[in-house]
């Protein structure tokens, strides 16, 4: 096939168009697959896992909710765990509260388990290597995770990647969720009494929870 001088110019102008305007769509695409991947690093979990798609996410808070920590010797502790610091290394001693390893067995089966406290990885790791018996939590949040406010460590749930409707807190520091009050179970602090029995009774109440189509719901009547 023969062009012209005009045809040529005019199909080399056209090819130009098509070009400038795959470099346009391969741009866009750049931005979409840039927001989507800005917005998956800004969440502070995983995406689902498989198992555990369609189940609730429960948000544990550590010391003084499932554990209580001394650098005191106590009498009895469930574990010892030697934590460096500045150079020196310090035996941690660890006490569980009463039905804690019944408490996260249950719930395992029921939620997806997340462990988000304000205390440091260097200490928090550790003890919970040693609690994590039926290891059963899926996911890990230390102090880096929580965001500072006057001087004190706020748990913003809404950065965790999950649908909040679908998201419980159970904290010992009112604080820590007051950015999320209807999202929250209220527990008390715990350091060694052994007769409590607060994790043991709110089993009941969580197996329920987690069939309900919005925690939130159901957490603004019972709590707030
Ligand atoms: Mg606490």
């Not at 005009?6 to 750049?30: A, C, N, P």
């Not at 909040?164 to 179970?185: C, E, M, R």
Request: proline share 4%; aromatic share 8%; hydrophobic share 40%.
């Amino acid at each position: 096939m023969v062009h012209s001088r005009w045809q040529i110019k005019s199909l080399k102008s056209e090819s130009k168009l098509i070009e400038k305007k795959q470099v346009i769509v391969e741009e866009e695409e750049d931005t979409i697959e840039e927001r989507s991947n800005s917005e998956e690093r800004s969440h502070l979990l995983q995406p689902v896992a498989k198992e555990y798609e369609g189940k609730k996410c429960l948000v544990l808070d550590l010391d003084e909710t499932l554990v209580h920590s001394s650098f005191k010797t106590v009498s009895r502790p469930d574990f010892v765990v030697p934590v460096e610091i500045e150079g020196h290394n310090h035996n941690v001693f660890v006490l569980k509260r009463p039905g804690v390893d019944e408490f996260m067995k249950r719930m395992s089966e029921l939620y997806e388990i997340v462990i988000f406290t304000a205390s440091l990885s260097k200490y928090a790791d550790p003890v919970l290597d040693n609690f994590d018996l039926h290891k059963v939590i899926q996911h890990r949040l230390f102090r880096e995770a929580c965001c500072n406010y006057r001087g004190g460590f706020i748990k913003d749930l809404s950065r965790l990647g999950r649908d909040l409707n679908h998201v419980v807190i159970l904290d010992n520091t009112p604080a820590s969720y007051s950015l999320h009050p209807s999202n929250a179970i209220p527990i008390s602090t715990w350091f060694n009494d052994q007769h409590d029995s607060e994790l043991l009774d709110l089993i009941p109440f969580l197996e329920d929870l987690a069939k309900v189509d919005n925690v939130v719901e159901v957490l603004n009547i019972s709590f707030i």
